[in-house]
């Protein structure tokens, strides 16, 4: 186990700050965190070959096939650095769980944590109403909460903000609703097999603390990230 990487898992619902707060978790320390959606989506932005077998799907707003998402995430892997894996919003159902733990045997990952943020679905339908997503470098806004300097225009890039035609109210209260049948059974899975290994967060704290109460617990659970304490500060 020692020569192995830890890998950890973030799960949450729609809008509860998945992405926002594994991204700040690797701004803190030496972690690599893989966005599923994003890194599937940036094929099909790219055009490649990969990205014109995904577009289909998600096109027709389709789950996209296990073999291409184990494609993609082994591609990524194979390139992550850093003293631990993230991997944000995966698995996110139970047909998922296989390729999981086959993509941290053939990579040689272990297991050391599992996050869950918990949001209720009224409180996620407000966040993701204001959500704005820059469609060149990805970066995440909020119109309420965490504008950009500029109006529609990404701060680190210049590219234009969009929002996701899935973050309008409707859309939010169905995908939540996927979310309680996909993904629950997911999080109850690793509650039971790996209890020790998983706890909760509250996704309403402000997330700068949500942000400190996680790197601490993930700083007791791999030893290895405390030498990136100090950074932190």
Known sequence: MSDKKCAAVLLG?????KTTLARALAARGRISVLETGNLLGKEVRLDTQMGRQ?????????????????QVLSSELENAQGNLILF??????????ELFFQLLK???LALCAVIILKLDPQSAINRLSGRRICSQ????????????????????????????PDDRADVVTERFKIYERDTLPVIEFFKKEFGRLTWEESANSLPDQILDRVWRR??????RL???????R
Do not use: M
Not at 13 to 17: D, L, M, T
Not at 137 to 164: F, I
């Open 218 to 223: 993930l700083v007791d659970a791999i030893p």
């Open 137 to 164: 470098c990805g970066a995440v806004y909020n119109v309420y909460t965490d504008p950009s300097k500029q109006p529609e225009l990404c701060d680190r890039c210049a590219g234009k903000l969009t929002q996701r």
């Open 13 to 17: 619902p729609p809008g509860s700050g």
């Open 106 to 108: 053939n990579h040689n």
């Open 54 to 70: 995904i577009k289909p799907y998600t096109v027709a707003g389709e789950l996209v096939p296990l073999e291409l998402v184990k």
């Open 226 to 232: 405390a030498s990136n304490r100090e950074q932190a």
């Open 88 to 97: 944000d919003g995966f698995p996110r159902s139970v047909e998922q769980l």
